[in-house]
């Protein structure tokens, strides 16, 4: 099942936006123009129980401040008494609303105009922190299981070596997005690392040829690599 | 130099020269007068003296006795007449003196004669009176009077005047520059709190105001001052409160602009770099046509706004109102009449003074507003009478709380269908700030659900202004 994300967004524009990337990387957006329907829907949450008001609970939610209604600062406690961590999404990049509503219990706080990658990684980082990242990740015939950290293919395990493991991994998670080869190498051999951009290249050949996701990581021209389902 | 000490001064040096001039000119007449008294006195009793002292020695027993028998009856008689004060002279020699003094020369010329003289001379500390004449005997020896007086207590007495009028000079001077000292304090206390209260003032305390109640020329200025600071005072907040306005319509403005920016950034950061489908690909694209047009309505309409505060840039002239109200019309025409709308437009209205392209203008913001909160076969009216034009609707109405607000740059009712019918929050700013460029003021009556109407009201047309 797919990881559920509330986002409230007054803007239909950027509404549309959001969920299309969230959509194509994997979660099930849950959109919601004003501040008052998105507590209405908490509270509907709330009385029928968890199980009933169809789905699973929200892992997240990313809510804009500025909303009509009930402003995103007001929405906070709502959000809480559901136990959905908050990432702000908003315009106002004052340190002022920064500090409120990080201090409100916000789990992080991101800032208008924003990348689609960095909003992702983000989301995925709060999402490990509050241990609701997925467990298991599932593309085409192979599942990554994220507890046991190994990787199955039409249920027969497929050895890989720890960096082949977390390059999967940072793919899987972001699916459908594009990342360069230097962002990889950042994030997987870290930032101090000082090799060649070639190293990147040799284990997505690795991982092509060990899980013969040959047509599902492709190379994107000029950018990098994207694992698509 | 203080002011006290300058009044003080010249007081005390007007009332010296006055006290002293006044009064050394009345101890001088005084000394006088009494001189020419005792002169007097001292001429009658010479001259009584000297006509008895004359019966006496012609009628007396002088001639045939010896010097001494004489001498001692002179002397008695002398004596008789008083006064160890007379000298008598026979012949130029001194006969008989009974005062304290010696005669410098007995042959002078003066004692000789009928009407006597008078002579004051110094003598060591003395003033000494001399006065004498001829005794009228008739025959025989002549015989001459002398008058000797010390009058020294005359001019003892002006220097003691003298000195006593100092004295109330002194106090007086002294009282004077107390009473100088105290009222100029008193009248210059209104000063100093003049003083303090513009210390205050350009320290920042631009309610402050100078208590002072007096009614002389201080308190005029008093007033005066609290007038400047009271025009201050309302100039600095009207230019703080536009500034303030400048802030907060910058604020917007960027705010405004993120809007579109993160749309138009984050759907061209999909389409670079995340795969999705065909169709998602097609609406990324136009909502990226769609937001660079909501910041080129923006930016235009900002352009709107900024003209408008040169004012060169109006050009006024004499528009006849139904001509204006056509054009209007025939220009908002297409584009209501594609929304199902139409506008109802009528016109009293003589020529007023404006200008046309902004007027337009107004009229077309008010129109498109009025069409923003209607629904398709609604009507939309544009009047015109007396002084005031209306634009009204029977859309959907603004909010009591919000009707306010609205003329507030980037200010929306409801953001997400202002949005959609394509506004930016800043038409009714720019109406209002056409209206005042023409002198008028715009009144905004609204009711939710029953509709909204905008007013224009123009100053009191002049009568020649209406044809």
């Known amino acids: 099942?797919?990881?559920?994300?509330?986002?409230?967004?007054?803007?239909?524009?950027?509404?549309?936006?959001?969920?299309?990337?969230?959509?194509?990387?994997?979660?099930?957006?849950?959109?919601?123009?004003?501040?008052?329907?998105?507590?209405?829907?908490?509270?509907?949450?709330?009385?029928?129980?968890?199980?009933?008001?169809?789905?699973?609970?929200?892992?997240?939610?990313?809510?804009d401040v500025m909303l009509p209604g009930k402003d995103g600062f007001e929405l906070m406690e709502d959000f809480q008494k559901a136990q959905i961590p908050v990432i702000y999404l908003t315009a106002k990049d004052d340190v002022l609303s920064k500090v409120h509503g990080l201090k409100a219990g916000a789990e992080d706080y991101i800032v208008k105009p924003f990348e689609v990658l960095e909003l992702l990684v983000r989301m995925e980082k709060v999402l490990k922190r509050t241990g609701r990242s997925r467990k298991l990740i599932q593309i085409r015939d192979v599942t990554i299981d994220l507890t046991e950290h190994s990787v199955t293919r039409g249920g027969e395990r497929v050895a890989l070596k720890p960096l082949e493991y977390e390059l999967l991994v940072t793919l899987a998670s972001s699916r459908n997005v594009a990342f360069s080869r230097e962002e990889l190498l950042n994030r997987i051999w870290g930032v101090d690392y000082v090799g060649e951009t070639r190293t990147?290249?040799?284990?997505?050949?690795?991982?092509?040829?060990?899980?013969?996701?040959?047509?599902?990581?492709?190379?994107?021209?000029?950018?990098?690599?994207?694992?698509?389902d | 130099m203080k002011l006290w000490v300058k009044l003080a001064l010249t007081t005390v040096l007007v009332l010296l020269a006055a006290t002293l001039s006044t009064g050394a000119a009345m101890l001088y007449q005084t000394l006088l007068y009494n001189q020419e008294k005792t002169m007097e006195s001292g001429h009658q009793q010479l001259a009584s003296t000297a006509y008895a002292l004359a019966r006496e020695l012609e009628n007396g027993p002088l001639t045939g006795y010896s010097e001494a028998t004489k001498n001692s009856y002179v002397n008695y008689t002398m004596k008789k007449f008083g006064a160890s004060k007379y000298i008598l002279i026979e012949d130029g020699e001194v006969l008989c003196n009974m005062t304290?003094?010696?005669?410098?020369?007995?042959?002078?010329?003066?004692?000789?004669?009928?009407?006597?003289?008078?002579?004051?001379?110094?003598?060591?500390?003395?003033?000494?009176?001399?006065?004498?004449?001829?005794?009228?005997?008739?025959?025989?020896?002549?015989?001459?009077?002398?008058?000797?007086?010390?009058?020294?207590?005359?001019?003892?007495?002006?220097?003691?005047?003298?000195?006593?009028?100092?004295?109330?000079?002194?106090?007086?001077?002294?009282i004077a520059m107390l009473l100088i000292f105290l009222m100029t304090r008193r009248i210059l206390k209104p000063l100093r709190e003049l003083q303090k209260a513009a210390m205050d003032i350009s320290e920042g305390m631009l309610t402050r105001r100078a208590r002072v109640r007096t009614k002389?020329?201080?308190?005029?200025?008093?007033?005066?001052?609290?007038?400047?600071?009271?025009?201050?005072?309302?100039?600095?907040?009207?230019?703080?409160?536009?500034?303030?306005?400048?802030?907060?319509?910058?604020?917007?403005?960027?705010?405004?602009?993120?809007?579109?920016?993160?749309?138009?950034?984050?759907?061209s950061d999909t389409l670079l770099h995340v795969n999705v489908r065909k169709e998602q690909q097609q609406r990324a694209l136009w909502h990226i046509k769609e937001e660079c047009s909501r910041l080129e309505r923006l930016s235009s309409k900002l352009m709107n706004l900024m003209g408008l505060y040169e004012n060169d840039s109006v050009s006024m002239e004499e528009i006849s109102m139904e001509e204006l109200f056509a054009h209007v019309a025939q220009m908002e025409k297409y584009h209501l009449e594609q929304?199902?709308?139409?506008?109802?437009?009528?016109?009293?209205?003589?020529?007023?003074?404006?200008d046309r392209d902004l007027m337009e203008s107004l009229l077309i913001n008010l129109i498109d507003n009025g069409a923003k909160a209607s629904k398709a076969g609604d009507e939309i009216f544009l009047e015109g009478q007396g002084n005031r034009i209306t634009v009204r609707d029977k859309g959907c109405g603004i909010p009591e709380d919000e009707i306010g607000r609205v003329t507030e740059a980037f200010y929306m009712v409801d953001k997400a269908r202002s949005?959609?019918?394509?506004?930016?929050?800043?038409?009714?700013?720019?109406?209002?700030?056409?209206?005042?460029?023409?002198?008028?003021?715009?009144?905004?009556?609204?009711?939710?659900?029953?509709?909204?109407?905008?007013?224009?009201?123009?100053?009191?047309?002049?009568?020649?202004?209406?044809?």
């Open chain 1, 1 to 63: 099942m797919k990881t559920r994300i509330l986002v409230v967004e007054d803007d239909s524009s950027i509404s549309e936006l959001i969920c299309m990337n969230l959509e194509a990387a994997g979660y099930e957006p849950l959109p919601f123009m004003d501040g008052l329907a998105a507590e209405q829907f908490l509270k509907q949450k709330d009385q029928d129980g968890k199980e009933a008001a169809g789905g699973e609970i929200p892992a997240l939610a990313l809510v």
């Open chain 1, 200 to 228: 990147v290249d040799v284990h997505i050949g690795q991982l092509r040829k060990k899980l013969g996701f040959h047509q599902v990581i492709r190379t994107i021209s000029k950018t990098g690599y994207r694992l698509e």
């Open chain 2, 216 to 267: 002389d020329e201080i308190g005029v200025v008093a007033d005066a001052f609290n007038r400047m600071a009271d025009k201050i005072e309302s100039q600095v907040t009207e230019l703080s409160q536009v500034s303030e306005q400048r802030r907060q319509m910058l604020g917007s403005l960027t705010h405004e602009l993120k809007t579109p920016m993160t749309s138009i950034i984050g759907y």
């Open chain 2, 419 to 467: 949005r959609k019918a394509g506004g930016c929050g800043l038409g009714l700013a720019l109406c209002v700030m056409i209206a005042r460029l023409h002198g008028a003021e715009l009144e905004i009556h609204s009711k939710v659900g029953e509709g909204t109407k905008v007013c224009v009201v123009f100053p009191e047309i002049r009568e020649e202004s209406i044809s």
């Open chain 2, 100 to 174: 304290p003094f010696d005669l410098a020369d007995s042959r002078d010329e003066r004692w000789q004669q009928q009407e006597g003289s008078a002579v004051i001379q110094k003598s060591g500390e003395q003033y000494i009176l001399i006065e004498g004449q001829k005794v009228p005997t008739s025959g025989g020896s002549s015989y001459a009077l002398v008058l000797v007086q010390d009058i020294s207590a005359l001019y003892q007495d002006m220097k003691r005047q003298m000195v006593f009028g100092l004295w109330i000079l002194a106090d007086a001077a002294a």
């Open chain 2, 339 to 354: 929304m199902g709308m139409r506008l109802d437009y009528r016109c009293s209205m003589g020529k007023i003074r404006m």
